[in-house]
């Protein structure tokens, strides 16, 4: 996740990380791992690398910021494109509540996206543990860096954190909320039935009940269809039920839903399972700037970093010792453009 040190240079010693990627379980994960380690290190300035960061759980990242900052943090926001299938799926799932009114507007008023809000929360729990570091802090990275680092490095800027350095002339520009393909089949079911049935498919064995629900919903299932034992996945259990060659599947995801979510072999809206061994994602909520940058589009047009820097043999044969020591000189505010 993230290594941490000290950085010697002609201008002194400064604080170290190196955020190899934002990957964690849960929201908090990177604030509770990161705040014991800033105490331990030189206070007076802090270089954060996060050259060829392969990016992870956005909020969580985001979260980071608050430790750095003197005020209050505004993380970025994100919103869906206004189409029929984006406004099905936010009805589908209550993971996405939050955008319903925007959806019922838009349809109203011809709105091509949703309003902005934030990926996870709201504002305030961007906030909660606040300033962590005292010094200045100064952000390297490079065009290798994206998805959430590219989300980071804007916020870094936008709440006005520190300079930003790149050893590029931009960043990945895929500052997005990227879904893989199942993902997208998960926040897409055929269709749902009321979740108190969740006991007969415990059962092991399609009850009446159950085989009426999906007839109300216009989908007939045959009397040899078999079901399977529930198995866990997307911190649910789901179930398949085999009717000849088709396997359609029952989810029991109570973050999502409290109903069970049906996904059919032939869904009607198109989506099916990708075929073994192929992987597909896409950017499902794309992600606007805040503050000074206010509304401005992250996905496809990246960031323009306060400093561009060319990397030099030094660099290359000496462990980045010249980049380093240019990272040095704007924590004490020496350097020369």
Sequence with gaps: MFDYGTLTTPDGTFAYLRFWSFGANDVDDLVDALVP??????????????????????????????????????????????????????????????????????????????????????????NKVGRKYPGPVVLISDALAFSTADIFAAG??????????????????????????????????????????????????LSKQALDAFNAAGFSLSNGATLSSGRSQFGGTVWTIQD????????????????????????????????????????????????????RVLEDVGIVPDIVYHMTLRDVMEKNQDLLDRAGKELIGTAVA
């Design 244 to 295: 000849g060659a088709l396997s359609h599947l029952v989810r029991d995801v109570p973050w999502m839903s409290p109903d069970l979510e049906i996904y059919l072999a032939k869904s009607p809206a198109g989506l099916a399972d990708l075929p073994t061994g192929v992987y597909l994602s896409l950017t499902m909520r794309r992600a606007l700037r805040v503050k000074a940058n206010e509304g």
């Design 156 to 205: 870094f800027m936008d709440n006005g954190i520190g300079k930003v350095i790149y050893t590029d002339a931009n960043m990945a520009a895929a500052g997005g909320n990227n879904w893989g393909w199942d993902v997208v089949r998960l926040f897409n079911p055929d269709f749902r039935i009321d979740g108190k049935l969740k006991v007969d498919f415990t059962s092991g064995k």
């Design 37 to 126: 380690v800033l105490g331990t290190l030189p206070q007076n300035g802090l270089v954060f690398d996060m050259r060829g960061n392969t990016g992870g759980y956005i909020a969580a990242g985001e979260r980071l910021l608050q430790l750095f900052s003197s005020g209050p943090i505004v993380p970025a926001r994100f919103q869906f494109r206004i189409t029929n299938a984006t406004r099905a799926m936010a009805e589908a799932s209550d993971e996405f509540a939050r955008w319903r009114p925007s959806f019922v507007e838009a349809f109203g008023t011809g709105e091509e996206y949703t309003r902005g809000i934030p990926i996870e929360g709201d504002d305030a729990d961007y």
